[in-house]
């Protein structure tokens, strides 16, 4: 889960970099659903932790035999985590796609294997066979951060308008300063012309 958050701070920066209403746009959906999908995830590693205390993933396997409730959870946030289309990982990533494609498959390679370690396979610690899955009120935590998974990633249209003006300030902004940056450049090529030339007397 660490590693995807990596993951997700640096599709935000190619988006801010990119200095373009695309990038951007995707830069600000990716930091809602950093928020939304990584604090689900670590919501329901805490949850299983709550019960285990254990973070090894060598000491689960077969976790979806005793808590179906918690693997469908941690199916779901995770498949939103890699950037499943319809769900609201895909909207940020795909904004970002041209650069961040490499990336993507890499999150999806180790998140997957981190699933299938943890709650496939044949049930045979005991840690896992005691265990009781989720109830009611760690359900009722985490279904919000369900809706806006879904809700962001089939129609994050408004969110954008809200951010479509910002956005275009930003880049008028920075478009505004780049002949300073290329003066200033020119001056610093220049300076460093003189030095080279003095010297090599």
């Not at 940020?92 to 981190?114: C, D, N, P, R």
């Amino acid at each position: 889960i660490a590693y995807s958050s990596v993951a997700h701070m640096g599709y935000i920066v190619l988006g801010l970099f990119a200095l373009n209403i695309q990038g951007l746009s995707g830069s600000w959906i990716q930091m809602i659903n950093h928020a939304i999908v990584t604090g689900a995830l670590f919501l329901t590693v805490g949850m299983i932790y709550e019960r285990t205390h254990t973070q090894e993933i060598s000491a689960y396997g077969g976790v979806a035999h005793t808590m179906p409730k918690f693997a469908v959870f941690l199916v779901f946030f995770s498949m939103a985590s890699v950037g499943l289309p319809g769900l609201n990982g895909f909207v940020g990533e795909v904004l970002t796609m041209i650069v961040a494609a490499f990336g993507v498959l890499v999150a999806a390679i180790y998140m997957l294997w981190m699933v299938q370690r943890v709650l496939f396979g044949p049930l045979t610690k005991d840690l896992v066979k005691n265990l009781n899955d989720f109830s009611l009120r760690e359900v009722v935590v985490l279904v919000p951060l369900v809706f806006w998974t879904i809700f962001l990633g089939v129609y994050p249209q408004p969110f954008f308008d809200r951010i479509e003006v910002s956005i275009n300030h930003y880049i008028e902004l920075v478009k505004n300063q780049e002949p300073r940056f290329a003066q200033k450049e020119a001056k610093s090529s220049g300076l460093a012309k003189f030095l080279v030339w003095n010297l090599s007397e």
